[in-house]
Protein backbone atom coordinates (compact mmCIF):
# COMPACT_ATOMS: atom_id res chain seq x y z
CA UNK A 1 0.00 0.00 0.00
CA UNK A 2 1.32 3.25 -0.64
CA UNK A 3 0.60 6.43 1.59
CA UNK A 4 0.71 9.96 0.38
CA UNK A 5 2.19 12.72 2.65
CA UNK A 6 0.62 15.53 0.40
CA UNK A 7 -1.28 16.49 -2.83
CA UNK A 8 -1.50 19.61 -4.37
CA UNK A 9 -3.01 20.80 -7.41
CA UNK A 10 -2.49 24.14 -9.50
CA UNK A 11 -5.33 25.18 -12.39
CA UNK A 12 -4.92 29.05 -14.01
CA UNK A 13 -6.06 31.00 -17.24
CA UNK A 14 -2.44 32.15 -18.04
CA UNK A 15 -2.29 34.89 -20.77
CA UNK A 16 -5.09 33.20 -23.12
CA UNK A 17 -9.25 33.72 -22.59
CA UNK A 18 -10.62 30.61 -21.75
CA UNK A 19 -9.15 27.75 -19.20
CA UNK A 20 -10.35 24.76 -20.88
CA UNK A 21 -7.60 22.38 -18.56
CA UNK A 22 -9.52 19.92 -15.76
CA UNK A 23 -8.48 18.09 -13.20
CA UNK A 24 -8.87 16.15 -9.72
CA UNK A 25 -8.10 13.61 -7.72
CA UNK A 26 -9.86 10.92 -5.50
CA UNK A 27 -7.56 11.58 -2.78
CA UNK A 28 -5.17 8.67 -2.12
CA UNK A 29 -6.12 6.77 -5.27
CA UNK A 30 -6.56 8.40 -8.86
CA UNK A 31 -5.43 11.72 -9.61
CA UNK A 32 -6.24 13.12 -13.69
CA UNK A 33 -5.46 16.22 -15.54
CA UNK A 34 -6.97 17.10 -18.75
CA UNK A 35 -6.82 19.49 -21.30
CA UNK A 36 -9.61 20.09 -23.51
CA UNK A 37 -9.57 21.74 -26.81
CA UNK A 38 -12.45 22.80 -29.68
CA UNK A 39 -13.39 25.99 -30.92
CA UNK A 40 -15.90 26.38 -28.17
CA UNK A 41 -16.75 24.17 -24.99
CA UNK A 42 -13.22 22.81 -25.02
CA UNK A 43 -13.42 22.91 -21.03
CA UNK A 44 -16.94 20.47 -21.16
CA UNK A 45 -14.98 17.69 -22.74
CA UNK A 46 -12.09 17.97 -21.03
CA UNK A 47 -14.43 17.69 -17.27
CA UNK A 48 -16.33 14.76 -19.45
CA UNK A 49 -13.07 12.80 -19.58
CA UNK A 50 -12.00 14.05 -15.62
CA UNK A 51 -14.77 13.13 -14.34
CA UNK A 52 -15.42 9.56 -15.80
CA UNK A 53 -12.06 7.92 -15.08
CA UNK A 54 -12.36 9.70 -11.54
CA UNK A 55 -15.84 8.24 -10.74
CA UNK A 56 -15.29 5.00 -12.78
CA UNK A 57 -12.12 4.20 -10.62
CA UNK A 58 -13.65 5.06 -7.42
CA UNK A 59 -16.50 2.51 -8.77
CA UNK A 60 -13.87 -0.11 -10.10
CA UNK A 61 -10.15 0.63 -9.16
CA UNK A 62 -9.42 -2.75 -11.80
CA UNK A 63 -11.12 -1.27 -14.61
CA UNK A 64 -9.74 -1.70 -17.82
CA UNK A 65 -8.43 1.91 -18.88
CA UNK A 66 -10.10 1.10 -22.56
CA UNK A 67 -12.77 0.88 -21.39
CA UNK A 68 -13.22 4.51 -19.67
CA UNK A 69 -11.90 5.83 -22.73
CA UNK A 70 -14.77 4.26 -24.44
CA UNK A 71 -17.21 5.91 -22.09
CA UNK A 72 -15.29 9.09 -22.19
CA UNK A 73 -15.83 8.79 -26.18
CA UNK A 74 -19.74 7.83 -25.94
CA UNK A 75 -20.75 10.48 -23.16
CA UNK A 76 -18.61 13.60 -25.44
CA UNK A 77 -20.56 12.32 -28.54
CA UNK A 78 -24.16 12.48 -26.50
CA UNK A 79 -22.87 15.81 -25.38
CA UNK A 80 -21.86 16.81 -28.75
CA UNK A 81 -25.47 15.24 -30.23
CA UNK A 82 -27.56 18.20 -27.81
CA UNK A 83 -25.12 20.83 -27.93
CA UNK A 84 -23.82 20.84 -31.62
CA UNK A 85 -22.04 24.20 -31.22
CA UNK A 86 -19.45 21.82 -29.38
CA UNK A 87 -19.14 19.84 -32.51
CA UNK A 88 -14.95 18.60 -32.62
CA UNK A 89 -14.32 19.25 -29.04
CA UNK A 90 -11.79 16.71 -27.19
CA UNK A 91 -9.54 16.34 -24.55
CA UNK A 92 -6.62 15.12 -23.61
CA UNK A 93 -5.75 12.63 -20.66
CA UNK A 94 -2.89 12.39 -17.86
CA UNK A 95 -3.48 9.58 -15.12
CA UNK A 96 -2.09 8.32 -12.10
CA UNK A 97 -3.53 5.50 -9.81
CA UNK A 98 -2.42 3.92 -7.03
CA UNK A 99 -3.07 -0.12 -6.73
CA UNK A 100 -1.52 -1.84 -4.20
CA UNK A 101 2.53 -0.59 -4.22
CA UNK A 102 2.41 0.21 -7.70
CA UNK A 103 1.80 3.34 -9.94
CA UNK A 104 -1.24 2.72 -12.85
CA UNK A 105 -0.01 5.66 -15.31
CA UNK A 106 -2.00 6.16 -18.49
CA UNK A 107 -2.26 9.06 -20.95
CA UNK A 108 -3.57 10.35 -24.47
CA UNK A 109 -1.75 13.36 -26.00
CA UNK A 110 0.38 15.71 -24.70
CA UNK A 111 -0.29 16.25 -21.42
CA UNK A 112 2.38 14.27 -19.26
CA UNK A 113 2.78 12.27 -15.81
CA UNK A 114 6.59 12.57 -14.53
CA UNK A 115 8.08 10.30 -11.77
CA UNK A 116 10.66 11.97 -10.20
CA UNK A 117 13.08 11.02 -7.09
CA UNK A 118 16.22 12.49 -5.27
CA UNK A 119 16.07 15.08 -8.81
CA UNK A 120 15.62 12.49 -11.00
CA UNK A 121 13.43 11.93 -13.63
CA UNK A 122 12.88 8.36 -13.63
CA UNK A 123 10.09 8.00 -15.79
CA UNK A 124 8.36 10.77 -18.47
CA UNK A 125 5.42 9.74 -20.69
CA UNK A 126 6.11 10.20 -24.44
CA UNK A 127 3.82 12.66 -25.94
CA UNK A 128 1.17 12.10 -29.21
CA UNK A 129 2.11 15.27 -30.70
CA UNK A 130 3.78 16.41 -34.31
CA UNK A 131 6.67 17.58 -32.96
CA UNK A 132 7.57 14.84 -30.67
CA UNK A 133 7.46 12.68 -33.97
CA UNK A 134 9.20 14.81 -35.89
CA UNK A 135 12.40 14.60 -32.97
CA UNK A 136 12.20 11.00 -32.93
CA UNK A 137 12.44 11.28 -36.85
CA UNK A 138 15.53 13.47 -36.79
CA UNK A 139 13.69 16.41 -38.47
CA UNK A 140 13.92 18.65 -35.52
CA UNK A 141 15.60 18.67 -32.26
CA UNK A 142 14.23 19.37 -28.45
CA UNK A 143 15.34 22.40 -28.12
CA UNK A 144 13.50 23.25 -31.35
CA UNK A 145 10.35 21.78 -30.51
CA UNK A 146 9.97 23.89 -27.45
CA UNK A 147 8.85 27.08 -29.71
CA UNK A 148 7.42 25.21 -32.36
CA UNK A 149 4.78 26.41 -34.60
CA UNK A 150 3.48 22.94 -34.31
CA UNK A 151 4.22 22.30 -30.93
CA UNK A 152 0.47 22.25 -30.27
CA UNK A 153 -0.73 19.94 -32.74
CA UNK A 154 -1.43 16.77 -31.03
CA UNK A 155 -2.01 13.55 -33.15
CA UNK A 156 -4.02 11.34 -30.37
CA UNK A 157 -6.91 12.79 -28.18
CA UNK A 158 -10.35 11.48 -26.63
CA UNK A 159 -13.03 13.01 -29.18
CA UNK A 160 -16.05 10.80 -29.69
CA UNK A 161 -17.33 8.02 -31.40
CA UNK A 162 -16.38 8.61 -34.67
CA UNK A 163 -12.56 9.33 -33.86
CA UNK A 164 -12.09 6.36 -31.55
CA UNK A 165 -8.36 6.40 -29.62
CA UNK A 166 -6.61 4.60 -27.41
CA UNK A 167 -4.76 5.24 -24.03
CA UNK A 168 -0.65 3.99 -23.38
CA UNK A 169 -0.54 2.72 -20.07
CA UNK A 170 2.31 1.59 -18.01
CA UNK A 171 2.67 0.26 -14.42
CA UNK A 172 5.84 1.58 -12.35
CA UNK A 173 6.81 -1.22 -9.61
CA UNK A 174 9.22 0.26 -8.02
CA UNK A 175 7.44 2.99 -5.93
CA UNK A 176 9.95 4.69 -2.59
CA UNK A 177 9.21 6.86 0.38
CA UNK A 178 9.78 10.65 -0.89
CA UNK A 179 9.10 9.84 -4.56
CA UNK A 180 6.97 12.67 -6.48
CA UNK A 181 4.87 12.61 -9.51
CA UNK A 182 3.90 15.26 -11.29
CA UNK A 183 0.32 15.72 -13.84
CA UNK A 184 0.96 18.66 -15.91
CA UNK A 185 -0.91 19.94 -18.79
CA UNK A 186 0.98 21.67 -21.65
CA UNK A 187 0.75 25.50 -20.30
CA UNK A 188 3.17 23.71 -17.59
CA UNK A 189 5.97 22.96 -20.42
CA UNK A 190 5.95 25.81 -22.16
CA UNK A 191 7.97 27.42 -19.01
CA UNK A 192 9.69 23.91 -17.53
CA UNK A 193 11.85 21.83 -19.39
CA UNK A 194 12.48 18.38 -18.36
CA UNK A 195 15.61 19.35 -16.87
CA UNK A 196 14.62 22.65 -15.10
CA UNK A 197 11.64 20.40 -13.38
CA UNK A 198 14.62 17.57 -12.44
CA UNK A 199 16.53 21.27 -10.76
CA UNK A 200 13.39 22.04 -8.98
CA UNK A 201 12.62 18.76 -6.85
CA UNK A 202 15.99 18.64 -5.90
CA UNK A 203 16.19 21.05 -4.19
CA UNK A 204 12.56 21.47 -3.27
CA UNK A 205 11.47 21.10 0.81
CA UNK A 206 7.86 19.88 -0.23
CA UNK A 207 4.96 19.46 -2.50
CA UNK A 208 3.60 22.52 -1.91
CA UNK A 209 6.84 24.92 -2.33
CA UNK A 210 7.18 22.99 -5.54
CA UNK A 211 3.89 23.80 -7.25
CA UNK A 212 4.74 27.44 -5.30
CA UNK A 213 7.68 27.66 -7.89
CA UNK A 214 6.00 26.16 -11.00
CA UNK A 215 3.31 28.49 -10.78
CA UNK A 216 6.21 31.34 -10.77
CA UNK A 217 7.49 30.87 -13.64
CA UNK A 218 3.91 30.11 -15.80
CA UNK A 219 2.21 33.23 -14.56
CA UNK A 220 5.73 34.77 -16.41
CA UNK A 221 6.39 32.87 -19.18
CA UNK A 222 3.14 30.22 -20.01
CA UNK A 223 0.96 31.54 -22.93
CA UNK A 224 -1.59 28.90 -22.62
CA UNK A 225 -3.95 27.83 -19.40
CA UNK A 226 -1.98 25.31 -16.68
CA UNK A 227 -2.26 22.97 -14.60
CA UNK A 228 -0.51 20.44 -11.89
CA UNK A 229 -1.17 17.83 -9.94
CA UNK A 230 1.92 16.59 -7.68
CA UNK A 231 1.87 13.94 -5.02
CA UNK A 232 4.63 13.27 -2.56
CA UNK A 233 4.95 9.76 -1.23
CA UNK A 234 5.27 9.28 2.49
CA UNK A 235 5.38 5.26 3.18
CA UNK A 236 5.31 1.89 0.77
CA UNK A 237 4.48 -1.17 2.67
CA UNK A 238 6.17 -4.15 1.60
CA UNK A 239 2.94 -5.71 0.18
CA UNK A 240 3.80 -7.14 -3.60
CA UNK A 241 0.88 -7.04 -5.21
CA UNK A 242 -2.57 -5.07 -6.16
CA UNK A 243 -4.66 -4.18 -3.87
CA UNK A 244 -7.18 -6.30 -2.28
CA UNK A 245 -10.10 -4.46 -4.35
CA UNK A 246 -8.23 -5.35 -7.53
CA UNK A 247 -7.54 -9.16 -6.89
CA UNK A 248 -11.50 -9.63 -6.05
CA UNK A 249 -12.30 -8.17 -9.79
CA UNK A 250 -9.22 -10.77 -11.14
CA UNK A 251 -10.72 -13.79 -9.21
CA UNK A 252 -10.32 -15.69 -11.83
CA UNK A 253 -6.89 -14.61 -13.39
CA UNK A 254 -5.33 -14.54 -9.39
CA UNK A 255 -7.08 -18.38 -9.32
CA UNK A 256 -5.69 -19.73 -11.92
CA UNK A 257 -1.77 -18.44 -11.54
CA UNK A 258 -2.37 -19.68 -7.69
CA UNK A 259 -3.21 -22.93 -8.93
CA UNK A 260 0.10 -22.64 -11.75
CA UNK A 261 2.15 -21.47 -9.00
CA UNK A 262 1.30 -24.49 -6.83
CA UNK A 263 1.96 -27.20 -10.11
CA UNK A 264 5.16 -25.57 -10.38
CA UNK A 265 5.99 -25.91 -6.56
CA UNK A 266 5.01 -29.66 -6.97
CA UNK A 267 7.62 -29.88 -9.64
CA UNK A 268 10.00 -28.48 -8.78
CA UNK A 269 10.22 -30.40 -5.16
CA UNK A 270 9.60 -33.88 -6.79
CA UNK A 271 11.45 -33.83 -9.77
CA UNK A 272 13.63 -36.65 -9.01
CA UNK A 273 10.69 -39.25 -8.27
CA UNK A 274 8.81 -37.72 -11.28
CA UNK A 275 12.10 -38.68 -13.49
CA UNK A 276 12.81 -41.49 -12.03
CA UNK A 277 8.88 -42.27 -12.66
CA UNK A 278 9.42 -41.44 -16.17
CA UNK A 279 12.36 -44.03 -16.41
CA UNK A 280 10.44 -46.31 -15.38
CA UNK A 281 7.77 -45.99 -18.09
CA UNK A 282 9.74 -45.99 -20.71
CA UNK A 283 11.48 -49.15 -19.30
CA UNK A 284 8.06 -51.28 -19.55
CA UNK A 285 6.92 -49.58 -23.13
CA UNK A 286 10.20 -50.69 -24.63
CA UNK A 287 9.96 -54.09 -23.57
CA UNK A 288 6.20 -54.35 -24.58
CA UNK A 289 7.14 -53.27 -27.63
CA UNK A 290 10.42 -55.95 -28.21
CA UNK A 291 8.32 -58.58 -26.61
CA UNK A 292 5.46 -57.78 -29.57
CA UNK A 293 8.10 -57.61 -32.21
CA UNK A 294 9.36 -60.91 -31.23
CA UNK A 295 6.15 -62.79 -31.77
CA UNK A 296 4.81 -61.05 -34.39
CA UNK A 297 4.74 -63.13 -37.51
CA UNK A 298 4.92 -60.40 -39.96
CA UNK A 299 5.59 -61.10 -44.02
CA UNK A 300 8.99 -61.09 -45.43
CA UNK A 301 8.38 -61.12 -48.57
CA UNK A 302 4.88 -61.24 -51.38
CA UNK A 303 4.44 -62.48 -54.36
CA UNK A 304 0.80 -63.75 -56.54
CA UNK A 305 -0.79 -67.00 -57.40
CA UNK A 306 -2.22 -67.93 -60.38
CA UNK A 307 -5.41 -65.71 -60.02
CA UNK A 308 -3.47 -62.64 -59.14
CA UNK A 309 -3.93 -62.83 -55.36
CA UNK A 310 -1.20 -61.63 -53.16
CA UNK A 311 -0.18 -64.18 -51.30
CA UNK A 312 2.34 -63.08 -48.16
CA UNK A 313 4.79 -65.51 -47.15
CA UNK A 314 6.68 -65.87 -43.54
CA UNK A 315 9.65 -67.84 -42.79
CA UNK A 316 8.13 -71.71 -42.10
CA UNK A 317 6.22 -70.99 -45.04
CA UNK A 318 9.49 -70.76 -47.41
CA UNK A 319 11.19 -73.85 -45.39
CA UNK A 320 8.03 -75.86 -46.75
CA UNK A 321 8.29 -74.47 -50.27
CA UNK A 322 11.78 -75.44 -50.33
CA UNK A 323 11.42 -79.15 -48.76
CA UNK A 324 8.57 -79.92 -50.94
CA UNK A 325 10.63 -78.45 -54.20
CA UNK A 326 13.64 -80.66 -53.32
CA UNK A 327 10.97 -84.21 -53.05
CA UNK A 328 9.19 -83.29 -56.13
CA UNK A 329 13.01 -82.77 -57.99
CA UNK A 330 14.33 -86.09 -56.54
CA UNK A 331 10.98 -87.89 -57.79
CA UNK A 332 11.21 -86.29 -61.18
CA UNK A 333 15.08 -87.52 -61.57
CA UNK A 334 13.98 -91.06 -60.47
CA UNK A 335 11.25 -91.18 -63.42
CA UNK A 336 13.49 -90.15 -66.17
CA UNK A 337 16.44 -92.96 -64.72
CA UNK A 338 13.12 -95.54 -64.99
CA UNK A 339 12.38 -93.92 -68.40
CA UNK A 340 15.98 -94.81 -70.01
CA UNK A 341 15.91 -97.98 -68.34
CA UNK A 342 12.81 -99.32 -69.81
CA UNK A 343 13.36 -97.74 -73.36
CA UNK A 344 15.46 -100.18 -76.18
CA UNK A 345 18.72 -98.99 -77.89
CA UNK A 346 17.94 -96.85 -81.10
CA UNK A 347 20.88 -95.31 -83.70
CA UNK A 348 18.46 -92.92 -84.66
CA UNK A 349 18.51 -91.35 -81.21
CA UNK A 350 18.78 -87.76 -81.98
CA UNK A 351 21.96 -86.66 -80.22
CA UNK A 352 22.31 -83.29 -78.58
CA UNK A 353 22.87 -80.48 -80.98
CA UNK A 354 26.01 -79.48 -81.47
CA UNK A 355 27.84 -83.19 -81.45
CA UNK A 356 27.87 -86.08 -83.91
CA UNK A 357 25.89 -89.30 -83.71
CA UNK A 358 28.08 -92.13 -82.93
CA UNK A 359 29.34 -93.69 -85.91
CA UNK A 360 28.73 -90.82 -88.14
CA UNK A 361 31.61 -89.14 -90.37
CA UNK A 362 32.66 -85.39 -89.47
CA UNK A 363 31.77 -83.54 -93.04
CA UNK A 364 34.85 -82.25 -94.91
CA UNK A 365 36.64 -85.55 -93.97
CA UNK A 366 37.53 -87.75 -97.17
Known amino acids: MIIIKSEQYLSELGKGENNQDN ?7 SYVVCDGDGKALGEVASEIVAQTFLNELHSNPAQDISSIVTRSENRITKFVEENPEGSGISSTLALLQFVGNRARIAWVGNSRVYHIRDGKILFRTKDHSWVNDAVSAGIINQEEAVNHPKSKVITRSIQGVNKRTSAEEVICKDVRKNDY ?15 SLATLFANTTGAEAALQTLHEECFL ?16 TDEDSYAEETRENSSKHTSKKSKNSSILSFLKRNYLMLGGLAVLIFGILVYIFQRDTNHDTLPEFSTTNAKGKQIDFVEDDIEKIEKKAVEEEEEYTQEIIDDRDDEPASRNARAPIGTANAGDESPGEE
Not at 23 to 29: I, K, Q, S, V, Y
Not at 183 to 194: K, M, Q, V
Open 181 to 195: FLLISDGISEAWTDA
Open 221 to 236: HSKDSYTAIIVQVAEV
Open 23 to 29: GGWDAGN
